[in-house]
Structure formats: structure tokens, C-alpha cells
């Protein structure tokens, strides 16, 4: 598979006071294949969202080389392809929602990438209905609840059909139906469309579900691999910056107790398969 | 002891849209309970909180806080401000000072406190809820979002108000801060013998913690009792409030379908490391 998204020697450092910087990442190097699903975890303030806008060329690298689709980020010739190619989606809702009413939103960034106006009644319709709100054209953004504004925004970027996704935390605010869906609906249109996405979360559940998980603590990357080799590796799972799925942790303990157990079966299905298998092995 | 009695609040837009958000909740917190409340997203939630610190006037019913009734009684606004402090949902709505001291320290300023007391009020609040001393001169802008949630969280905690009211505080925030303020709300809530509301969708955090809960459906009360009553109801029916059960205990729950004798529902890790244990010993010691 091609790359799409490459970092070579990254650097992202601010100026905390005169002449003194301070590094939110360093000597990021790492390759993304078109057509993945990578999660982006870590603590608060590890520098999740800087890694997402680096990537989306919202901002430049103080040092080091981002290349998307082959086109550097740093080119100001770039940035208009860059915009159309990579969609981002921020992690409060209110920061990206500028027009009155839903229809006007989704148009907003449609009339960007000069789409005529016949297509954008169709695409408007599709996506909304795709994050489970269809029918919503005339609502007035200022009414929606904070998970509806998150829905709109991803519907916003869907509308605009871009080649890679970036989703900082957006289920933050949803409940967990909604959220499973807004999954779900990821998984659809990486499926269809070989969509790459970036994913920004908190929640395990939905980096067991990606291909790789990149792990970002103490301003480096300190895993990018296969979510089972990371939520199953010992070490790991004693990484108090690393939350363990409830079903590692359920197999971590029957583990410390003797049994032998596959520590990847992370997913609730094959995990309690797992346990059942052990409780009827144990019967015998 | 807060109060809300028969709230209903509706929205109306400009071309006369109407939203019922809220009809008729009813509910009760008293001092030292901690009130949880569910619901999807829409349900309502942020709306109903918003009403009980005076920031939405209620179209109907009534709210009263330590015997009196603060939805009529409006003279006194400040005096509600300051005695029911909410968290917004969107931290950024409460943090407009240059710097994160400041913004902390806002609140305190307005209630009249010496400069040192205001001190060393924001240095112990924002260490305990794990914001390093040197953010402290930054913007709030510059911060992280879990970060700014502190921030925003810290500045309402500070003034100890009678009911502390959270709203989705512990979104976006990783596994340790979200036990940190957990924890904090805890302590905080031994100590000081308030009255807490806790918004959130995370079924095992308002279980742990909620003394009560209080389900939303569209902006109609579907459940109003003890942690453990919700979870006698059917999956499907939790599903269809937006309430998926955690992991271990959808786990759980299939493990309890092949037949095995564990209780309904399995909430928390430890809970099913018991019952393994207990299965696994029934027949003779472990392996
Ligand atoms: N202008 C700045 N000056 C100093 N530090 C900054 C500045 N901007 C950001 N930071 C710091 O850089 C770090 C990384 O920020 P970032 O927003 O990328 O974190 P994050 O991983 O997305 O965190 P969260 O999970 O809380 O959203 C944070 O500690 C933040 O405070
Ligand atoms: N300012 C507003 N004007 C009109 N409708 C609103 C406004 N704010 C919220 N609503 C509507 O009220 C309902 C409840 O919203 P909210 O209280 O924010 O829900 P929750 O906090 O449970 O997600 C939703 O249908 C939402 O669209
Ligand atoms: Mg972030
Ligand atoms: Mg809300």
C-alpha cells in the first residue's frame, strides 16, 4: 500500500518564555498507508491535537519534514490541495460551526472546493443522514446540543469527501450508542471509500477496532503498531499512562492466577469466549 | 439541599420552532448526595442544569435551594451564583482571563478574599485536580482540552459553592485524570457535606460515584432512583436510553448466558474478578 502521511524528524517546539523552547513533540518519524485507521492516544496534554494539526498543515513543523499525498505542508503552493485532501475535525464542536443554519454549514466548506450548487443539495442530504441526522437542513446550529454539533461537524467534513479524515475526540461528548455508531460509520466509509483516518480517543474500545494505534507519551512516539500487540504486551498494560480495555484486564487477572490465557482477545465476544473456555476447561 | 419540582423549559427559535427540552423533572439532592444524571446526547441534561443556577429561567415549576424558592425569590441572583456553581459542558465558555491564574482565581476575587488567601486557594485547587504550577502564567488558550476542562473545573471548585454542578466533566480527559477528579469529587464531597450533580456518559463513573440517578429521554424523566434499580432493566431498554452497559459487563452478561451462576449485572472489573474466582474455586482450588 502507498504511504499518504509521512513524518521525517519532527519537531513542534513554542517559545514558553524569551529564548527558552519548549517541545510539545520531538523527532517524530513515522509512516501512515492510505486506506488505514490510526488511533492517536496518550495523557492529557501529550500532544494529541498538536500531532493533528501538524498534520493537517494548520500548523508547520519548527523542525523536521510532513509530507501528505507527496505534497510538503510547509509549501504555501500546497495549502489550498492540502485543504481539499485533508479534513479535520477540532476537539470542541463550537470552534468549527460558523454558520446559521445546518444546510449553511455543511455548504460553507462545499463552496470552498467550488461544488455547484445542484450537487450540494445531494451531498448535504447524504451526509447528514449518514451521522443520523437527516431532515436537519433548516435547524439553526445555535440549537443543537453538544453532541449534535459534534455529528454536524463530521457530517461537514464527509460532505466535502477527502481522501484523509482527522478526528480529534469526537465522541467525547456523545453517549456510547452514539458513539459505537459515529464508529461504525468510520469503519463504513474506510471501507468504501479508502478513506485514511486519523483518530484522536480516549476510549480503547475504538483503538482495538483500528489498524494501528500510534501512542504518544513524554513528547515522543512511544508505540505505532497492532492495537492487539500493544493491549496485550505486559509492559504495556503496566503503563499507568496507557488505560487497559476492561477485557485485558479481566484476562490479566486470570492469567495471575495460572491459567493459560490468549491476552488478545480483547473484544467483548472473543473475550468472553475466552473466559467461558477457560471456566469449562476447568469444569473437566 | 437543592430542590427541583415539575422543571420544563422550552426553546423558541426566531421563526417560532419550538424544542421542549425539559418537561416536568422533579427531583431532590441533598446535602452529601451526589445526584448522577444519564441520557443521550439531546436528552435534555445541559438544559436542566442550566436552569437550576438561574442561567434559563424555567417556563414552569420550581427550584428551591435550602428551603427557599429561588425561582421566584430573583432578587437575589448573586446570592444563587454563588451558591450554585456549575461546570459548563464547554469549558472554553468560562475561561476568558489572559492567564490561567487568573482565570482560576476569578471567582474568588468577585466574593472578596485577601490577595493571599485567593492565592493560596488556586495553588492548592489546581494541585489537587493535576494542573503543574508552571501553566499557571500561560493563557487559558494556549491549554490542552483536558487541560482547559481543569482549569474550568477548578475555577467553580474553588468557591465551594452548596451544589456543585458538573456537566460532562470528565469528557476528553485520560483514565488518570478522570480517577483524579472522580476521587477529588469524593473527598471534596466527604469534607465538605455539599450537594453534587454529576453529568455524564460514562454508565460505570455515575455508578461509582452517585448516590442517585436520574435517566433522560427526550427531556422526559424515564428513571429516578438507586444506581443498582437501573440496571435490573432490560439491556435492550438501556440501549435504546443510550446507556450501553461497560465492557465487563456485556463480557459478563454472555458469560452468565452459557449457563454460569454470576448475579445480573457485573459493573465493575473487580466485581468480575470476584465471580471468577468464585466459579473457578466452586470446584476445588485454582489451577
Ligand atoms: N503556546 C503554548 N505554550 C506552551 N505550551 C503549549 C502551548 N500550546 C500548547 N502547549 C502545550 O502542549 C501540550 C500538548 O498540547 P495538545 O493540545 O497537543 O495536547 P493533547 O494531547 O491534545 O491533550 P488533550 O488530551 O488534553 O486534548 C500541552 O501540555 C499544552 O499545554
Ligand atoms: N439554544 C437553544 N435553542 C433551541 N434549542 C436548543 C437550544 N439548546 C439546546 N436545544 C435543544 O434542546 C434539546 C436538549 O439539549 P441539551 O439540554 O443541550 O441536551 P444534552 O445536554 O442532554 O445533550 C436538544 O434537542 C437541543 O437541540
Ligand atoms: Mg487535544
Ligand atoms: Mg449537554
Do not use: W
Not at chain 1, 137 to 160: D, F, H, P, Y
Request: proline share 3%; aromatic share 6%.
Amino acid at each position: 500500500m502507498e504511504k499518504i502521511i509521512e513524518f521525517k524528524n519532527v519537531d513542534y517546539a513554542v517559545e514558553e518564555q524569551k529564548n527558552k523552547k519548549h517541545f510539545i513533540l520531538k523527532n517524530i518519524t513515522l509512516e501512515i498507508k492510505k486506506g488505514e485507521l490510526v488511533c492517536v492516544i496518550g495523557l492529557n496534554g501529550c500532544g494529541k491535537s498538536t500531532f493533528a494539526k501538524l498534520l493537517s498543515g494548520l500548523i508547520s513543523p519548527t523542525s523536521g519534514l510532513i509530507n501528505i499525498c507527496g505534497l510538503n505542508t510547509q509549501n504555501p503552493d500546497h495549502s489550498y490541495q492540502i485543504r481539499k485532501k485533508v479534513g479535520i475535525i477540532f476537539q470542541n464542536p463550537d470552534n468549527q460551526i460558523i454558520a446559521s443554519t445546518i444546510e449553511e454549514e455543511i455548504a460553507f466548506g462545499l463552496e470552498n472546493l467550488c461544488i455547484p450548487r445542484e450537487k450540494m443539495k445531494a451531498r448535504i442530504k447524504s451526509s447528514l443522514c449518514a451521522v443520523g441526522m437527516e431532515g436537519f437542513e433548516k435547524k439553526l446550529t445555535s440549537t443543537l446540543s453538544g453532541g449534535q454539533k459534534q455529528r454536524l461537524n463530521i457530517a461537514s467534513v464527509l460532505a466535502m469527501q477527502p481522501e484523509i479524515i482527522v478526528l480529534d475526540e469526537p465522541t467525547s461528548m456523545l453517549d456510547s450508542v452514539s458513539r459505537k455508531n459515529i464508529l461504525d460509520l468510520l469503519l463504513k466509509i474506510k471501507s468504501i471509500h479508502k478513506t485514511t483516518i486519523v483518530l484522536v480517543t480516549h476510549f480503547m474500545e475504538e483503538a482495538v477496532l483500528s489498524n494501528k494505534v500510534l501512542f504518544i507519551e513524554d513528547r515522543k512516539v512511544n508505540f505505532l503498531g497492532n492495537p492487539y500487540e500493544l493491549f496485550s504486551d505486559e509492559v504495556f498494560l503496566k503503563t499507568p499512562s496507557l488505560t487497559p480495555m476492561q477485557s485485558s484486564q479481566i484476562l490479566s487477572f486470570i492469567k495471575s492466577l495460572g491459567y493459560k490465557v490468549s491476552m488478545k482477545a480483547l473484544k467483548t465476544k472473543d473475550c468472553a469466549n475466552e473466559i467461558i473456555k477457560i471456566l469449562e476447561n476447568h469444569k473437566k | 439541599m437543592i430542590e427541583a419540582r415539575n422543571l420544563s423549559y422550552t426553546y423558541e427559535s426566531e421563526n417560532n420552532f419550538k424544542t421542549s427540552a425539559v418537561e416536568n423533572i422533579s427531583f431532590s439532592v441533598n446535602n452529601g448526595e451526589i445526584l448522577g444524571i444519564l441520557g443521550k446526547t439531546g436528552s435534555g441534561k445541559s438544559t436542566l442544569v442550566q436552569m437550576l443556577n438561574g442561567l434559563l429561567k424555567p417556563l414552569s415549576g420550581e427550584i428551591i435551594l435550602n428551603g427557599k424558592n429561588i425561582t421566584t425569590d430573583f432578587k437575589n441572583k448573586y446570592e444563587v451564583f454563588s451558591k450554585i456553581g456549575l461546570v459548563f459542558q464547554y469549558p472554553e465558555h468560562q475561561l476568558f482571563e489572559s492567564t490561567v491564574f487568573d482565570d482560576i482565581a476569578f471567582g474568588l476575587k468577585n466574593q472578596g478574599l485577601e490577595k493571599p488567601e485567593i492565592h493560596s486557594r488556586v495553588i492548592k485547587i489546581a494541585n489537587m485536580l493535576g494542573l503543574n504550577e508552571n501553566l499557571l502564567s500561560r493563557s487559558p488558550l494556549s491549554l490542552s482540552g483536558g487541560e482547559k476542562r481543569r482549569c474550568a473545573i477548578a475555577g467553580v471548585m474553588a468557591l465551594k459553592p452548596d451544589v456543585l454542578i458538573l456537566d460532562e466533566p470528565t469528557a476528553g480527559m485520560d483514565l488518570i485524570g478522570k480517577n483524579f477528579l472522580l476521587k477529588c469529587l469524593l473527598d471534596y464531597h466527604s469534607q465538605e457535606k455539599r450537594s453534587i450533580i454529576l453529568i455524564s456518559h460514562s454508565v460505570e463513573e455515575i455508578i461509582e460515584v452517585s448516590s442517585k440517578i436520574l435517566v433522560l429521554d427526550k427531556g422526559k424523566s424515564v428513571y429516578y432512583g438507586s444506581p443498582g434499580g437501573l440496571f435490573k432493566k432490560d439491556i435492550k431498554y438501556l440501549e435504546s436510553l443510550g446507556l450501553n452497559p461497560a465492557q465487563i459487563t456485556q463480557v459478563m452478561s454472555l458469560v452468565k448466558a452459557e449457563g454460569y451462576d454470576i448475579p445480573e449485572s457485573v459493573l465493575t472489573v473487580n466485581q468480575a474478578q470476584k465471580e471468577i474466582l468464585k466459579l473457578l474455586e466452586k470446584d476445588g482450588a485454582t489451577a
